[in-house]
């Protein structure tokens, strides 16, 4: 009796196993999605960092959209411009100009700079202390906990005297400071050349009241704007046009820099000078 049941037991695990695999294998032809050929090529080119800075999640997804979508074959910041070659050579296009894109900070209050700041003591963490009302005068410059800095995996950004700065000479490009910035101070910037010219202020405020909370915040006075179209106004704040700017023009966004009373203009990049 039990030999009968331990058979019949074989034989139907041994049905249901050949049905099974049946199923699954009627499953796996008609669900079947062709894969792109090009998409695994691209992807064992890229170099795997899925940091975000091509603007995709991570680098299926960038390859998947260069494959699909004809996206840009250079915005790879890790892989530079030697992956950008070898993806245009596999997808038989031209790489096109290629020009890096780094982080600004857009604040040069070092704390002496900062007025009317107070003693905080809740967690050393930038988006901790953006909560906190009258942790310093004015709310849109740089807090110095450096959410930046744990963010950045290239040990590429620092906090000196306070302040958030890039060593452009690490950094890659990548923008995690840009998504870790709680007052969004740090945007992504095409550099045509090693260094730019920046404005080193995000106060929006008018020029009266940006003076009673930092010595390096920009008044809307308009002097830079009136010396070459490298800078531009938003409201009551001077905005720096990144990208016009080519070496031919230092000589006007020194002259910008020297004119601003408040000196928050300045060059960022290598060998800022």
């Given at each position: 009796m039990?030999e009968i049941?331990i058979g019949?037991?074989a034989?139907?695990?041994?049905?249901m196993?050949?049905?099974?695999?049946?199923?699954?294998g009627?499953?796996n032809i008609?669900?079947?999605?062709?894969v792109?050929?090009?998409?695994?090529?691209?992807?064992?080119?890229?170099?795997g960092?899925?940091?975000?800075?091509?603007?995709?999640l991570?680098?299926s997804?960038?390859?998947?959209?260069?494959?699909t979508?004809?996206?840009?074959?250079?915005?790879?910041?890790v892989?530079g411009?030697?992956c950008?070659?070898?993806?245009?050579s596999?997808?038989?296009?031209?790489?096109?100009k290629?020009?890096p894109s780094?982080p600004?900070?857009?604040?040069?209050?070092n704390?002496?700079?900062?007025?009317?700041r107070?003693?905080?003591k809740?967690?050393?963490?930038?988006?901790?202390?953006?909560?906190?009302?009258?942790?310093?005068?004015?709310?849109?410059?740089c807090?110095?906990?450096?959410?930046?800095?744990?963010?950045?995996?290239y040990?590429?950004?620092h906090?000196?005297?306070?302040?958030?700065t890039?060593?452009?000479?690490?950094?890659?490009?990548?923008?995690?400071?840009?998504?870790?910035?709680?007052?969004?101070?740090?945007?992504m910037?095409?550099?045509?050349e090693?260094?730019?010219?920046?404005?080193?202020?995000?106060n929006?405020?008018?020029?009266?009241?940006?003076?009673?909370?930092c010595n390096?915040?920009?008044?809307?006075?308009k002097?830079c704007?009136?010396?070459?179209?490298?800078?531009?106004?938003?409201?009551?704040?001077?905005?720096?046009?990144?990208?016009?700017y080519?070496?031919?023009?230092e000589?006007?966004?020194?002259?910008?820099a020297?004119?601003?009373p408040?000196?928050?203009?300045?060059?960022?990049?290598?060998?800022?000078?």
């Amino acid at each position: 009796m039990i030999e009968i049941t331990i058979g019949i037991a074989a034989i139907t695990m041994f049905g249901m196993a050949v049905i099974m695999s049946y199923i699954l294998g009627w499953a796996n032809i008609k669900f079947h999605v062709e894969v792109d050929e090009r998409v695994e090529s691209v992807l064992e080119v890229l170099p795997g960092a899925n940091c975000g800075g091509c603007g995709y999640l991570g680098c299926s997804e960038y390859a998947v959209a260069i494959a699909t979508e004809n996206a840009p074959v250079n915005r790879c910041p890790v892989g530079g411009e030697n992956c950008a070659i070898q993806i245009a050579s596999i997808m038989g296009v031209d790489v096109g100009k290629s020009v890096p894109s780094r982080p600004v900070i857009h604040c040069g209050a070092n704390l002496k700079d900062r007025l009317g700041r107070t003693e905080y003591k809740g967690e050393s963490r930038c988006a901790a202390a953006n909560l906190v009302a009258g942790i310093q005068g004015c709310t849109f410059g740089c807090l110095g906990f450096g959410d930046c800095v744990i963010a950045c995996k290239y040990d590429a950004m620092h906090i000196v005297e306070g302040l958030a700065t890039v060593d452009y000479n690490k950094c890659i490009g990548c923008g995690a400071c840009v998504k870790a910035c709680p007052r969004s101070i740090i945007s992504m910037a095409d550099f045509n050349e090693d260094k730019i010219p920046s404005v080193l202020c995000s106060n929006m405020d008018k020029g009266k009241d940006v003076t009673t909370v930092c010595n390096r915040g920009c008044i809307g006075c308009k002097a830079c704007v009136k010396v070459t179209d490298l800078f531009s106004m938003e409201r009551d704040l001077a905005r720096s046009n990144h990208s016009l700017y080519v070496s031919e023009q230092e000589g006007a966004a020194l002259e910008a820099a020297k004119k601003c009373p408040s000196n928050c203009i300045g060059f960022v990049g290598r060998n800022p000078g």
